[in-house]
């Protein structure tokens, strides 16, 4: 338990808020009809995804309850939407908990009748309807995990296309007898290496595009022609280009050092929109067949794939100071927005920086800087460092609920895109592979020392350190490499990745192959990531958080960690929460877990504490298996 009256807890309000008015961008897709036909688009308010559609241009309404299911695995990155509006815009399809079952519905979207179409034990995902809306392709685990299946709109019949080796993603249907779909080996991920394919209702496969250790992925049919768009990285990064039977395979958009993601194309066929990541950030482009790509507005964007609706670009974007918005693109108009009451005012917008770490190699992040940085005295601002999780994720500068309450707080906040992030090209995103703890934990500690010398407001002798997932382990990895840090909180980390392949699930395996390998061969690394293994070298005091419901990463991972931090007589705290699992989006744990760190950094990182108008948590609100002395 640490003292409440150390800080002010006023702020605690508007972390409230801001994980209310949180709309989890990740899981934001929209799908659009033509001819002024609906707009259905997703929302994420604390971990519940529902379905809104919208008509007419107007205010949208709330299609579907918090049964929605929005990623069924968790096991692909290739940014598909996880629904799909039926072509003449009557109907979306969708996956949705039944008894404990992730399945298939659909839902009429004039009246909200539902109706389920797939009832067996096991989980379903990725539905898109045929052109003539007789029939939806799907993704499920019920032949095998990943197998690529068919279901009639009524659900009245069941077709397996595809059960073998590979695991299935992203069905597209060219007509009404094949369609193209992304695929990789179980063995491998969708981040790392996978296929185009053509797939027949026969089941009869036709490799369309597969290059050793090159990821590609978002194919989509160009309207009027059997050609289609896709994205490959054979150049070092993710570009868009467009194939087909009887042509050469062309490129659209390739820069170096840009990444585009899923293309949408407008009805016309002539031009493709994308969402093009540079420099930590995303910005809508329009790609025309014949022409030079154009940005299509100045404002940031979601890495989502946009779509169109009778020639106008739709998108969903958050920005620092306004979480989501549903926007007309084209237009410059919001058709749904999330807004919070008074955060433009309350917010910081974040600067991006770039430093070298070690080997030359350079570093990206954004700096979140308080309220009156630009008066503030040398040293007088304290640091935290958050790096983010997967590894192969990256921070940009969207609506961020924990950077905006640690800078309303007072301290500056650092996130940066360490070695092993997406978005940086391929070289960048494989550079910690078999070599977890090392270049990672380097890019972390690294933004301490550049902060503390390029900005003289900065305290790099004030650090502290959280982050969740892998964020979580490269805390643990950071505070026994560096005394650089005088508190660190990790939530839901890996900290024994030898222990850990035996309690994870089928993706969390599958990542640890890919960024370590194999314990028979490779043991050294796992070793070597584990920050288990370098609890003699941390000394500051560490508090773990974790959800026990937790299946990607499951609470062993803190209980071992906590009991090894026991045995060394180490500083250490362990809280658990009881209903959450890997990540924390419900408002109350999201409101406790960041005020215990909040309460955390206050003790080791402030020297001017509040006018003590604030009161101390009571004792009996502390959960922890030892207390920090």
Same mark, same amino acid.
């Given at each position: 338990?640490?003292?409440?009256?150390?800080?002010?807890?006023?702020?605690?309000?508007?972390?409230?808020?801001?994980?209310?008015?949180? +709309?989890?961008?990740?899981?934001?897709?929209?799908?659009?009809?033509?001819?002024?036909? &609906? /707009?259905?688009?997703?929302?994420?308010?604390?971990?519940?995804?529902?379905?809104?559609?919208?008509?007419?241009?107007?205010?949208?309404?709330?299609?579907?309850?918090?049964?929605?299911?929005?990623?069924?695995?968790?096991?692909?990155?290739?940014?598909?939407?996880?629904?799909?509006?039926?072509?003449?815009?009557?109907?979306?399809?969708?996956?949705?908990?039944?008894?404990?079952?992730?399945?298939?519905?659909?839902?009429?979207?004039?009246?909200?009748?539902?109706?389920?179409?797939?009832?067996?034990?096991?989980?379903?995902?990725?539905?898109?309807?045929?052109?003539?809306?007789?029939?939806?392709?799907?993704?499920?685990?019920?032949?095998?995990?990943? +197998?690529?299946?068919?279901?009639?709109?009524?659900?009245?019949?069941?077709?397996?296309?595809?059960?073998?080796?590979?695991?299935?993603?992203?069905?597209?249907?060219?007509?009404?007898?094949?369609?193209?779909?992304?695929?990789?080996?179980?063995?491998?991920?969708?981040?790392?290496?996978?296929?185009?394919?053509?797939?027949?209702? +026969?089941?009869?496969?036709?490799?369309?595009?597969?290059?050793?250790?090159?990821?590609?992925?978002?194919?989509?049919?160009?309207?009027?022609?059997?050609?289609?768009?896709?994205?490959?990285? @054979?150049?070092?990064?993710?570009?868009? *280009?467009?194939?087909?039977?009887?042509?050469?395979?062309?490129?659209?958009?390739?820069?170096?050092?840009?990444?585009?993601?899923?293309?949408?194309?407008?009805?016309?066929?002539?031009?493709?929109?994308?969402?093009?990541?540079?420099?930590?950030?995303?910005?809508?482009?329009?790609?025309?067949?014949?022409?030079? &790509?154009?940005?299509?507005?100045?404002?940031?964007?979601?890495?989502?794939?946009?779509?169109?609706?009778?020639?106008?670009?739709?998108?969903?974007?958050?920005? &620092?100071?306004?979480?989501?918005?549903?926007?007309?693109?084209?237009?410059?108009?919001?058709?749904?927005?999330?807004?919070?009451?008074?955060?433009?005012?309350?917010?910081?917008?974040?600067?991006?920086?770039?430093?070298?770490?070690?080997?030359?190699?350079?570093?990206?992040?954004? /700096?979140?800087?308080?309220?009156?940085?630009?008066?503030?005295?040398?040293?007088?601002?304290?640091?935290?460092?958050?790096?983010?999780?997967?590894?192969?994720?990256?921070?940009?500068?969207?609506?961020?609920?924990?950077?905006?309450?640690?800078?309303?707080?007072?301290?500056?906040?650092?996130?940066?895109?360490?070695?092993?992030?997406?978005?940086?090209?391929?070289?960048?995103?494989?550079?910690?592979?078999?070599?977890?703890?090392?270049?990672?934990?380097?890019?972390?500690?690294?933004?301490?020392?550049?902060?503390?010398?390029?900005?003289?407001?900065?305290?790099?002798?004030?650090?502290?350190?959280?982050?969740?997932?892998?964020?979580?382990?490269?805390?643990?990895?950071?505070?026994?490499?560096?005394?650089?840090?005088?508190?660190?909180?990790?939530? @839901?980390?890996?900290?024994?990745?030898?222990?850990?392949?035996?309690?994870?699930?089928?993706?969390?395996?599958?990542?640890?192959?890919?960024?370590?390998?194999?314990?028979?061969?490779?043991?050294?690394?796992?070793?070597?990531? +584990?920050?288990?293994?370098?609890?003699?070298?941390?000394?500051?005091?560490?508090?773990?958080?974790?959800?026990?419901?937790?299946?990607?990463?499951?609470?062993?991972?803190?209980?071992?960690?906590?009991?090894?931090?026991?045995?060394?007589?180490?500083?250490?705290?362990?809280?658990?929460?009881?209903?959450?699992?890997?990540?924390?989006?419900?408002?109350?744990?999201?409101?406790?877990?960041?005020?215990?760190?909040?309460?955390?950094?206050?003790? *080791?990182?402030?020297?001017?504490?509040?006018?003590?108008?604030?009161?101390?948590?009571?004792?009996?609100?502390?959960?922890?298996?030892?207390?920090?002395?």
């Amino acid at each position: 338990m640490y003292r409440r009256d150390l800080r002010d807890t006023t702020v605690d309000h508007l972390l409230a808020e801001l994980a209310v008015a949180d +709309s989890g961008g990740y899981n934001a897709f929209i799908r659009a009809g033509s001819d002024g036909g &609906p /707009l259905v688009y997703a929302l994420d308010r604390s971990g519940r995804p529902a379905l809104w559609v919208s008509e007419g241009g107007g205010p949208g309404r709330r299609l579907t309850g918090g049964d929605v299911v929005a990623n069924p695995w968790g096991r692909h990155r290739v940014e598909s939407p996880w629904f799909d509006l039926r072509s003449d815009g009557a109907r979306v399809a969708y996956v949705a908990t039944t008894s404990g079952h992730r399945d298939l519905h659909t839902a009429d979207v004039a009246t909200g009748k539902k109706r389920r179409l797939t009832t067996h034990d096991a989980p379903d995902g990725d539905p898109r309807y045929a052109p003539d809306g007789s029939a939806l392709a799907f993704v499920t685990d019920y032949w095998s995990p990943g +197998s690529l299946g068919v279901v009639s709109a009524d659900g009245s019949t069941l077709e397996c296309l595809r059960d073998d080796e590979y695991v299935y993603a992203d069905p597209q249907w060219l007509d009404t007898e094949t369609m193209l779909a992304v695929r990789t080996e179980h063995w491998d991920t969708f981040d790392n290496e996978s296929e185009i394919v053509r797939v027949s209702r +026969s089941g009869a496969l036709e490799v369309l595009y597969a290059e050793p250790g090159v990821l590609a992925f978002g194919p989509r049919p160009r309207p009027g022609t059997d050609e289609f768009a896709f994205v490959h990285e @054979a150049s070092g990064c993710k570009g868009l *280009y467009l194939d087909g039977p009887g042509r050469d395979r062309e490129a659209l958009f390739v820069e170096d050092g840009v990444e585009a993601g899923v293309p949408a194309w407008d009805a016309t066929g002539d031009r493709v929109a994308t969402a093009v990541s540079a420099n930590g950030a995303s910005q809508w482009y329009i790609v025309p067949v014949e022409g030079e &790509p154009d940005q299509a507005s100045s404002g940031p964007a979601a890495r989502q794939p946009p779509a169109w609706r009778d020639g106008e670009l739709l998108g969903t974007r958050s920005t &620092p100071t306004r979480p989501l918005d549903v926007r007309n693109v084209t237009a410059g108009e919001s058709i749904h927005r999330t807004d919070g009451v008074g955060f433009e005012e309350r917010l910081t917008v974040p600067e991006s920086v770039r430093y070298e770490s070690v080997d030359e190699t350079e570093i990206q992040a954004h /700096l979140y800087l308080p309220d009156g940085t630009e008066t503030a005295a040398p040293d007088s601002i304290p640091l935290v460092v958050s790096p983010h999780g997967g590894p192969t994720a990256v921070d940009e500068p969207g609506f961020d609920v924990r950077a905006q309450y640690f800078s309303a707080l007072g301290y500056a906040v650092v996130k940066p895109n360490y070695r092993g992030s997406e978005g940086f090209g391929r070289a960048f995103r494989d550079g910690d592979n078999h070599r977890r703890g090392r270049g990672d934990v380097a890019d972390v500690v690294t933004a301490v020392e550049h902060l503390d010398g390029e900005y003289g407001p900065i305290d790099g002798g004030r650090a502290g350190i959280v982050g969740g997932s892998a964020g979580g382990q490269l805390t643990g990895k950071a505070l026994a490499a560096s005394d650089r840090f005088a508190a660190g909180a990790a939530l @839901a980390g890996v900290y024994d990745y030898e222990t850990f392949v035996d309690d994870t699930d089928e993706i969390g395996w599958r990542v640890v192959r890919r960024e370590l390998g194999l314990p028979a061969t490779d043991l050294a690394e796992f070793t070597h990531a +584990s920050p288990i293994e370098d609890v003699p070298d941390i000394d500051a005091p560490l508090l773990l958080l974790h959800g026990e419901a937790d299946e990607r990463v499951p609470i062993s991972q803190s209980e071992q960690l906590a009991a090894e931090l026991d045995a060394h007589g180490k500083r250490y705290e362990l809280q658990r929460y009881a209903d959450a699992g890997h990540g924390f989006t419900q408002r109350e744990t999201v409101v406790d877990a960041y005020t215990r760190i909040a309460d955390l950094f206050a003790k *080791y990182l402030r020297t001017d504490p509040d006018d003590r108008t604030s009161r101390p948590r009571p004792p009996q609100d502390a959960d922890r298996s030892s207390s920090l002395n």
